[in-house]
């Protein structure tokens, strides 16, 4: 993993879990991040992102309120939107590919699956840092070239389950 | 620039990259990995007393639901909702079991039409079961006794939810 210091990065987390929200602040603090905002739904996430000009957002999908998917295509598609360039990872326990599709539809620029530990939430922020992207504008979307993403997508993890686990531990599933 | 499909190529400002060094003296090295990963396992007190909140909740959302069986759809939802919360938060603390377990309630209950008695079971049976691993502290896979829940489990599993 590159030796990324992070410490000056702002970063706006947006879940509506309490026990989340203070598990991606305690790893970006372990991680250095000196400087986090939360919010705990979209709505209130575009509000902050008027007054704190962060450098990238973590985003929770399934939330209670305004979700992720529509805050994310707000962020984007919204002419008076505070920073429609801003670096998204989406947060989701969800990995079906359609999915997927819809929030990179909407524009993020990469995925987190749940569980997280600090390791895989430092490779997404590793993986936006080194994919600087070419941003798209066509009549229906604005937002970071999705070629990379889904093809990125279509190799990372599937869903954990009983009879997977089981398998792993040659019994019977 | 602009090709004739209307489609529009923008660089995007490099604000991020732009705060971030390269070997800067706060580098997230695999030491400073490992700190932040030590970190997150002294939180397993806080996750302990968070699930054991999660668990309250998901039990009296099973509680309505028993009361609701005619109208079943807004507590599956919340059922479903405080499962998916537990499957996202047991694998970070070394909790694997409960994040099997809770996705599996999910698909679970994303496969219900109509719910029945037995449907009911199986999710009494789910929420029982994460009880016992969070009252043993099975960590990890829960080793022998692990696989012994999810063998059990999958039994009951296949005997309740058999359609003949």
Known sequence: MSDFDIVTTKVLIVEDNLHFRTLIRT???????????EARDGAEALDVLTSFDADLAIIDWKMDGLDGLECVRRIRSEEDSSNRYLPIIMVTGYTEDSLAREARDVGVNDFLSKPISARSLMSRIISVLEN??????TESYFGPDRRRLQAKYNGDERRVSKSALAEKEGGVA | ????????????????????IKGGPGAVDPAALERAEAVIAGMADSYLDWVEEDLVKIQGACDELKANKDKPKA??????????????????????????????????IESIDDMTDPDLEVIV?????????????????????????LSGLDLVFKKLTRKD
């Open chain 1, 27 to 37: 790893i970006l603090q372990a991680l250095g991040v000196e400087t986090v905002e």
């Open chain 2, 75 to 108: 507590f599956l939802d919340k059922v479903f909702g405080i499962a998916h919360d537990m499957k996202g938060q047991g694998g970070s603390f070394n909790y694997d079991l409960m994040t099997i377990l809770g996705n599996d309630l999910c698909r679970f």
């Open chain 2, 1 to 20: 620039m602009s090709d004739d499909n209307g489609v529009r190529v923008i660089k995007a400002p490099d604000t991020l990259s732009r705060k971030v």
């Open chain 1, 132 to 137: 600087e992207q070419e941003f798209i504008e």
């Open chain 2, 125 to 149: 049976l789910y929420i029982d079961t994460m009880k016992i691993v969070i009252s043993q502290r099975m960590s990890g896979d829960g080793g022998e006794e692990g696989r012994k829940i």
